[in-house]
C-alpha cells in the first residue's frame, strides 16, 4: 500500500500485529489447547500456505483457514487454463501482447533507473516500468544486474527463508470414482497425527502427510464420457535436500540412480495412498511424478519453492516486500508482496497495478 497507509495502518493496528502477525501458528495454538488431536485440527492446513506451523505467523494461517470456513473452496470452470484464456483477450485488447516462452535475461538499467528487459533472444523492451512478479528473491538474484546497488535491499530479501518444496503424483482414473471414494473436498492426511511434519528422508520411509484432490469432480465443465476419464492430485511437502545432489544436472541427464529415486517416491506415495483409498487405487490407469526440480525447472522458485518466501512472522513485517522497490522503474507482484497462493498473487498484482497508476485503489474493494 501506499507507504503513509501502510504506516498509519501499522501504529493504529500495533497491538493486534504484535499478537497475531509476530506469533507463529503454533504459538497461538499451544495458548488456546493442550489437545494434540484438537491442536491438529487446527493446524492440519498449513500446506495452502507452505508455511510450517512452528515457523510461520498465525495470522497468513488465520486468514487462509478461514477464507475456508466462511465461503468453502472454489476451482476454476475449464480448470487452470481458464485464467489465461479470459486474462489474454484483456491484455491484447488494451493493446498488450503476452507471450509464452520468452525468458527475460536482465533487467535493462540507466542512471540507476530500470527502463526495460532484455530477452534471452537479445530482444530489448524498453518500458516506463517493469513489474516482476516471479518472486522477489528471484528478481533480485536473477534479473538485476550486478552492483546496481541497493544491497541492503537485496540482503533484506535474501535472508528471508524459503518455503517448502513438494512431490506432486498426477493420477489418471477410469471409472466411477465417487462410488469409490472421491468427493470434491480436500484430504489431508497425517498418519502419525503429527502435522507439523516434511518428507526429510525420503523415500526411505513413508510420507508422513498427504493432501489428495480430485479437480475433476471440482470442475463443472468436465465430461469424464463413456470411459468415466477423471484426474487427481496427490501431494506431499518435501525438504530440497532429497533431491539437491541432482540439481545441477539438466533434465534427462540425471542418471539411473534419479529415475529409481523417483520410481520409489512414487510407489511410497500410492502406497500410502491406496491404504486411505483402497478401491480409488483399483482405478488409475496414469501416474507422473513431480518433483521439486520439476518445480525449480518450470516456475524458477528456488529450490522448489513454489509458494516463494517462507510465511514466518519476519516475512510479514519486511519492509523489503513493497510492490514499490528502491530501484526506480522496477515494481514487485505476485504472492511474495502480499500472500501465497492464487489470491495472494491476484492481490499481489492489483496493488501493482495500482502502485503504477494510483487512481487505481479509489476502484479496489475495501
Not at 114 to 135: H, K, L, M
Request: charged share 20%; glycine share 10%; proline share 7%.
Amino acid at each position: 500500500m501506499p507507504e503513509i497507509v501502510g504506516h498509519a495502518l501499522k501504529w493504529w493496528h500495533g497491538h493486534a500485529i504484535e499478537r497475531w502477525c509476530r506469533r507463529t501458528t503454533q504459538e497461538v495454538i499451544d495458548e488456546i489447547t493442550d489437545n494434540p488431536a484438537l491442536a491438529a485440527a487446527f493446524a492440519a492446513q498449513w500446506f495452502d500456505h507452505g508455511g510450517r506451523p512452528s515457523k510461520a505467523s498465525f495470522a497468513l494461517h488465520a486468514l487462509i483457514t478461514a477464507s475456508y470456513l466462511e465461503s468453502g473452496a472454489w476451482y476454476p470452470k475449464g480448470g487452470g487454463a481458464a485464467f489465461a484464456d479470459h486474462i489474454l483477450p484483456t491484455i491484447t485488447k488494451a493493446g498488450g501482447e503476452a507471450r509464452a516462452d520468452t525468458k527475460v535475461e536482465t533487467l535493462l538499467m540507466e542512471d540507476d533507473r530500470v527502463v526495460g528487459v532484455r530477452t534471452e533472444q537479445g530482444e530489448e523492451i524498453r518500458a516506463d516500468a517493469v513489474i516482476s512478479d516471479i518472486g522477489a528473491r528471484e528478481t533480485v538474484n536473477h534479473l538485476l544486474p550486478a552492483r546496481c546497488g541497493h544491497q541492503d535491499w537485496i540482503d533484506e530479501i535474501n535472508a528471508l527463508p524459503h518455503s517448502v518444496a513438494h512431490f506432486s503424483l498426477f493420477v489418471g482414473f477410469e471409472g466411477n470414482i465417487q462410488r469409490a471414494g472421491a468427493t470434491r473436498s480436500n484430504h489431508w492426511i497425517y498418519p502419525g497425527g503429527k502435522v507439523d511434519v516434511v518428507w526429510t528422508d525420503a523415500p526411505d520411509t513413508p510420507p508422513p502427510g498427504l493432501f489428495v484432490s480430485f479437480a475433476s469432480l471440482k470442475d463443472p465443465s468436465h465430461d469424464p464420457g463413456p470411459s468415466q476419464r477423471y484426474a487427481g492430485e496427490i501431494v506431499t511437502w518435501a525438504d530440497w535436500s532429497v533431491v539437491e545432489k541432482w540439481a545441477d544436472m539438466p533434465p534427462g541427464a540425471r542418471g539411473d540412480d534419479y529415475r529409481a529415486f523417483k520410481a520409489r517416491v512414487e510407489d511410497a506415495m500410492f502406497t500410502l495412498f491406496e491404504t486411505y483409498f483402497p478401491e480409488l487405487a483399483k482405478l488409475v490407469v496414469f501416474r507422473n511424478l513431480s518433483t521439486p526440480l520439476t518445480t525449480q525447472a518450470i516456475t524458477g522458485h528456488h529450490k522448489g519453492a513454489f509458494y516463494g518466501i517462507d510465511t514466518t512472522p519476519d516475512r510479514l513485517m519486511s519492509e523489503a516486500l513493497q510492490t514499490r522497490t528502491p530501484v526506480p522503474g522496477l515494481i514487485l507482484a505476485g504472492q511474495d508482496v502480499l500472500s501465497p497462493g492464487i489470491p495472494g498473487a491476484l492481490w499481489g498484482g492489483l496493488l501493482a497495478a495500482a502502485t503504477v497508476d494510483p487512481m487505481l485503489f479509489r476502484h479496489l474493494p475495501g
